[in-house]
C-alpha cells in the first residue's frame, strides 16, 4: 500500500545536538512538507520541496534544514539553532496540483 | 496574510448527536480551498473534507458537511450521528494561492460520551 513513513516515531536527544527526521513517501507525489505541532496548537509549516533539489522556506524554518535528493525523501534535520525543538513533526506529501494531500504519522522529539 | 480561527477549544457531544465546530478564516486571495482533518490520539491527520472556494455547493463526505458561507467567511464542520470514534481532535485548514502554504487553525477536542 502506498503511503508516508516517518521513522522513528519516538525520538529522544540531548540539547545541543543535532537531529535528522526521516520522511519517505512511495505514492510518486511530486511536493513534500514538514510541519511542527506544538501540545493544543495546530500545525506550522517548516519548510516545503515542489521538486527534487529544490525547497522553500515555510513560517518557522529557523533552525531547521532539509534536503531533497530523491523524489521520495525528505528529511529534516532539527539544528542546534533550534531554541525550542521538542514537539511533534508530521511530513506530508501531494501531487503538483496539491490534490492527494497524505500526512505520515508523524515522530514526536523530545529534547532533553 | 492568511489566518484561520477555531474558537471553541474544546467540547462534549453525545453519542448520535449532530456537532457543529466553528472556522473563520481571513484571506485576500480570490481562489482557496477550506480542509477539515481529524486528529485522533495517535497523532496521524486524517482528511475529512474540502471545499474550494468557487465551489457553489457545500461540500459532504458521508456523516460530514461542510456549511460553507463565504460572505460571513465560516466554514464550518457538522458531524452528523456523532460515534465514539469521532472523539479526537479536529483541525480547520487552508489553502490559498501561496503554493503549498496550509494555515491550520488551533483545533477543536472533541469528546463524544454515551
Known amino acids: 500500500d502506498g503511503g508516508i513513513t516517518q521513522s522513528p516515531k519516538y525520538l529522544f536527544r540531548k540539547e545541543g545536538q543535532n537531529v535528522t527526521l526521516s520522511c519517505e513517501q512511495n505514492?510518486?507525489?511530486?511536493?513534500m512538507y514538514w510541519y511542527r505541532q506544538d501540545p493544543g496548537q495546530g500545525l506550522r509549516l517548516i519548510y516545503y520541496s515542489q521538486i527534487v533539489n529544490d525547497f522553500q522556506k515555510g513560517d518557522i524554518a529557523e533552525g531547521y534544514s532539509v534536503s531533497r535528493e530523491k523524489k521520495e525523501s525528505f528529511p529534516l534535520t532539527v539544528t542546534s539553532a533550534q531554541k525550542n525543538p521538542t514537539a511533534f513533526y508530521l511530513c506530508?506529501?501531494?501531487?503538483?496540483?496539491?490534490?492527494?494531500?497524505?500526512f505520515g504519522s508523524g515522530t514526536r522529539l523530545t529534547v532533553v | 496574510a492568511q489566518k484561520i480561527t477555531q474558537t471553541q477549544p474544546g467540547m462534549f457531544v453525545q453519542e448520535k448527536e449532530a456537532v457543529t465546530l466553528d472556522c473563520t478564516y481571513d484571506?485576500?486571495?480570490?481562489?482557496?480551498?477550506l480542509f477539515w482533518y481529524k486528529q485522533p490520539s495517535s497523532g496521524e491527520m486524517i482528511f475529512l473534507i474540502y471545499?474550494?472556494?468557487?465551489?457553489?455547493q457545500n461540500a459532504t463526505e458521508g456523516r460530514y458537511s461542510l456549511n460553507f458561507q463565504k460572505a460571513r467567511k465560516s466554514a464550518n464542520l457538522v458531524i452528523s450521528a456523532s460515534q465514539l470514534g469521532d472523539s479526537a481532535m479536529y483541525f480547520c485548514?487552508?489553502?490559498?494561492?501561496?503554493?503549498?502554504?496550509?494555515?491550520f487553525g488551533a483545533g477543536t477536542q472533541v469528546v463524544v460520551t454515551p
Open positions: 471545499q474550494g472556494s468557487y465551489d457553489e
Open positions: 505514492l510518486n507525489h511530486d511536493a
Open positions: 506530508a506529501s501531494s501531487t503538483y496540483d496539491r490534490s492527494g494531500y497524505t
Open positions: 485548514a487552508m489553502e490559498g494561492d501561496s503554493w503549498g502554504k496550509f494555515q
Open positions: 484571506t485576500s486571495d480570490q481562489s482557496y480551498g
